[in-house]
């Protein structure tokens, strides 16, 4: 069983940065390819970045790519989103998730709750 709790949402303005913070609880955290994910609201939720379970590969959406940055730490059983260049299209509630898979249908085995991004205009 794997705990995911996301932090450092809020708001920011357009052109603003954050980073979201994802920390898991358990002592098998670099067994797991970890993700963030997003929904805005009336949308469906969409894929934003994933990360290997070392580190050493990483993947973006399209609308994020060269943007948005994500890591991992597995000292400390965390990931990050760095987030830079925020624009208005880009509020959304955000989720980190986690895999023993790198991909693959149904991906997400474990889900934290959910962050609030706003990103004002």
């Known amino acids: 069983q794997v705990q995911l709790v996301e932090s450092g949402g809020g708001l920011v303005q357009a052109g603003g940065s954050l980073r979201l913070s994802c920390a898991a609880s358990?002592?098998?955290?670099?067994?797991?390819?970890m993700g963030w994910f997003r929904q805005a609201p009336g949308k469906e939720r969409e894929f934003v970045a994933a990360i290997s379970w070392s580190g050493g590969s990483t993947y973006y959406a399209d609308s994020v790519k060269g943007r948005f940055t994500i890591s991992r730490d597995n000292a400390k059983n965390t990931v990050y989103l760095q987030m830079n260049s925020l624009k208005p299209e880009d509020t959304a509630v955000y989720y980190c998730a986690a895999d023993p898979r790198l991909g693959g249908s149904s991906w997400g085995d474990y889900w934290g709750q959910g962050i609030q991004v706003t990103v004002s205009s």
């Open positions: 358990g002592r098998t955290f670099s067994s797991y390819a």
